[in-house]
């Protein structure tokens, strides 16, 4: 491809998705159908912007598959992911086994050999990771219970696509069109090696990307940081993907599985925040280019020729994987409107097939002519996911989904003339709330949990339902002439909520809220809190005090360290807040915070060494200083 042809590439595929997208995410379509259908249109069997190239730019844009797998590794701890090996090893592999004994009987009854016959079951297993895992995201359904079991599934198939390319060439029918691999997962020096010395190669580069990425991936990334330079930072990121995608090739692997385990091992590494920021641009627009490449490699000439078999071939394989994962769903506890959604989101087939089918066809397993007639069959139903779930959300779920409870109305507000609302009666906000009318400070109690609502009143405690991010129950709960608002709901964004409406309605009002981290605390002060609460500060520096006092520190240095110490986190927490978005700046700063608090801390109690130096405690320090732990 010469550079005037590149150029025009681009600019006819970075088009199609500035024009598209925007319009299907304001129908209510997502941005997945939105590229499909640009690449449709670009498409030879559209406007023939793009021709047979299209094929070249979908290998180069399954790179954004992998830049995804490696940005959902960064948010998976390895604690979080062996807590999922029940659900990734059970349901992912009864996914795989049933789909494949179902739809392999099923091509047997269409007179094909039984080889093929399995052949097409396993590939036919597989699911889109791209299509899903974007279109959960986007609709924020990930992290619900059909999202996370719809992407352990996805991960065990990446991880059984390994052994698939094992027992294709098995069942070959006929002699193979050549002898060299067809998928670029299986062209590795390994192929030609044993089974036992493939399998060690194969696990040595798995445990070599762990090594790697706890041993020598954050040396590498501490000194870039020091040079405070952030294109390096980004370049650095993308070079361990790429590197980890190579490495997995060479040794036959997927690389998105590769790229997985790499941000698993990385997920918690200091810089994981910083490395997803880089790699999510790349990711986003990658993934862009393959569902407009999906679009466009969808051969309507084969499809139109046999209009009736690939109409027939598509439904089939949704209807099959359909029935399969809602089963699947129901056997294991899932209610009935997470089951639709697990088997809506799966019922397609994947990318890996494209790739399956075609090592197939070259290994005499499957004719040419099959192999092409499955390939269009999974690019229409790949097509029809983002139908499939819309459809689900607007006309399945609210007919036969498990029915939602009818709205509770916001309850009357009597006591409207306090000086203090409390948004939120949670293990914060209650306690703040008991303390504040111990001391005789009426607070008028606001909360959306109508069982926590309830429980007070039972309890004898004044609390009333509704949400403090509405402006009318803010005004009616009394915050035109109250003097305090504290925020203590549930959520970073429902926390950002009540403090933009309140600054924005009641200016006069002042407004304390709690935040649970340290960078969450930013993200609180930038929508207009007045004061701020680190939820585990308080705690954490009283088990510090008693660190010091159970170590033998007198009283009176354990309580003035961690005055001290609070004093000046405080003040350099809110200075940090101006550099905050600055990446290389804010770990600068802060490193050289921490030490210099450091250096403070053992000035101000240089000459206090001795654990025995307890002359000054009074025995009302001492008993503050080892309270018993309240209940």
């Known amino acids: 491809m010469g550079e005037r042809d590149f150029f025009y590439q681009a600019f006819v595929y970075l088009t199609a998705a500035v024009v598209s997208v925007p319009i299907a995410r304001?129908?209510?379509?997502?941005?997945?159908?939105?590229?499909?259908?640009?690449?449709?249109?670009?498409?030879?069997?559209?406007?023939?912007?793009?021709?047979?190239?299209?094929?070249?730019?979908l290998h180069f844009a399954e790179f954004g598959v992998v830049m995804m797998l490696f940005v959902i590794g960064l948010e998976l701890q390895p604690a979080m992911l062996w807590q999922m090996r029940g659900a990734l090893l059970g349901v992912g592999g009864l996914q795989v086994a049933a789909t494949a004994l179902v739809l392999g009987f099923a091509a047997v009854a269409l007179g094909i050999e039984w080889r093929a016959a399995v052949a097409i079951g396993l590939i036919l297993s597989l699911s889109s990771t791209a299509i899903v895992l974007q279109s959960l995201t986007e609709k924020g359904l990930l992290r619900t219970e059909a999202g996370e079991r719809?992407?352990?599934?996805?991960?065990?198939?990446?991880?059984?696509?390994?052994?698939?390319?094992?027992?294709?060439?098995?069942?070959?029918?006929?002699?193979?069109?050549?002898?060299?691999?067809?998928?670029?997962?299986?062209?590795?020096?390994?192929?030609?090696?044993?089974?036992?010395?493939?399998?060690?190669?194969?696990?040595?580069?798995?445990?070599?990307?762990?090594?790697?990425?706890?041993?020598?991936?954050?040396?590498?990334?501490?000194?870039?940081?020091?040079?405070?330079?952030?294109?390096?930072?980004?370049?650095?990121?993308?070079?361990?993907?790429i590197a980890i995608a190579l490495a997995m090739r060479s040794v036959g692997l997927s690389p998105a599985l590769g790229t997985f385990l790499g941000g698993v091992v990385l997920a918690n590494s200091e810089y994981r925040h910083q490395l997803e920021s880089d790699v999510e641009p790349f990711k986003g627009l990658l993934l862009g280019l393959f569902f407009i490449a999906v679009g466009a490699s969808i051969d309507f000439a084969l499809a139109g020729a046999h209009a009736g078999a690939v109409t027939a071939l598509v439904l089939g394989l949704v209807a099959a994987k359909f029935a399969v994962l809602f089963a699947l769903g129901r056997s294991t506890r899932m209610s009935?409107?997470?089951?639709?959604?697990?088997?809506?989101?799966?019922?397609?087939?994947?990318?890996?097939?494209?790739?399956?089918?075609?090592?197939?066809?070259?290994?005499?397993?499957?004719?040419?002519?099959?192999?092409?007639?499955?390939?269009?069959?999974?690019?229409?139903?790949?097509?029809?996911?983002?139908?499939?779930l819309l459809a689900n959300e607007r006309l399945i779920q609210p007919r036969f989904g498990c029915p939602e409870a009818p709205e509770r109305q916001p309850d009357v507000i009597r006591d409207d003339q306090n000086a203090v609302i409390l948004a939120g009666f949670g293990a914060f906000g209650s306690v703040v709330g008991r303390f504040l009318r111990a001391n005789g400070i009426r607070t008028t109690v606001l909360d959306l949990d109508t069982d926590q609502v309830d429980l007070m009143r039972r309890l004898g405690i004044e609390v009333y339902y509704g949400d403090a991010s509405r402006e009318d129950l803010l005004r009616s709960a009394g915050a035109a002439h109250a003097q305090l608002l504290i925020v203590s709901v549930g959520g970073l964004e429902n926390t950002q909520r009540v403090i933009r409406t309140a600054k924005e309605h009641f200016p006069n009002l002042r407004v304390f809220a709690r935040a649970h981290t340290r960078m969450e605390a930013y993200d609180v002060l930038e929508a207009g809190a007045d004061g701020v609460y680190r939820a585990s500060l308080d705690t954490s520096l009283r088990a510090g005090v008693d660190a010091m006092r159970a170590l033998g520190f007198p009283a009176h240095?354990?309580?003035?360290?961690?005055?001290?110490?609070?004093?000046?986190?405080?003040?350099?927490?809110?200075?940090?807040?101006?550099?905050?978005?600055?990446?290389?700046?804010?770990?600068?700063?802060?490193?050289?915070?921490?030490?210099?608090?450091?250096?403070?801390?053992?000035?101000?109690?240089?000459?206090?060494?001795?654990?025995?130096?307890?002359?000054?405690?009074?025995?009302?320090?001492?008993?503050?200083?080892?309270?018993?732990?309240?209940?």
Do not use: K
């Open 150 to 241: 719809s992407f352990a599934v996805l991960l065990f198939q990446d991880i059984a696509v390994i052994p698939m390319l094992a027992v294709l060439p098995l069942l070959a029918i006929s002699s193979p069109t050549s002898v060299a691999l067809a998928s670029e997962h299986a062209g590795s020096f390994v192929a030609q090696l044993p089974a036992w010395e493939r399998a060690l190669v194969t696990t040595g580069a798995v445990a070599a990307i762990a090594v790697a990425g706890q041993f020598l991936v954050r040396p590498l990334f501490r000194f870039i940081a020091r040079s405070g330079v952030r294109e390096v930072f980004t370049a650095a990121a993308l070079l361990i993907v």
């Open 336 to 388: 009935p409107d997470q089951g639709l959604l697990f088997a809506f989101a799966l019922a397609q087939g994947g990318e890996f097939c494209f790739v399956l089918f075609s090592f197939a066809a070259q290994n005499g397993v499957l004719d040419g002519a099959t192999a092409n007639l499955l390939v269009a069959t999974v690019a229409l139903s790949m097509a029809a996911t983002p139908f499939l």
């Open 26 to 57: 304001r129908l209510g379509l997502g941005s997945v159908l939105g590229y499909l259908v640009a690449g449709v249109a670009i498409g030879p069997f559209g406007l023939g912007l793009v021709g047979t190239e299209g094929q070249d730019v």
């Open 557 to 631: 240095q354990s309580l003035r360290a961690a005055q001290y110490f609070r004093r000046y986190d405080e003040r350099e927490w809110r200075a940090l807040a101006d550099v905050r978005h600055d990446d290389s700046v804010f770990q600068t700063r802060a490193r050289e915070s921490v030490q210099h608090l450091e250096r403070l801390l053992a000035a101000e109690f240089h000459g206090i060494e001795r654990p025995d130096q307890s002359d000054w405690d009074s025995d009302a320090l001492r008993a503050s200083a080892t309270r018993p732990e309240e209940s």
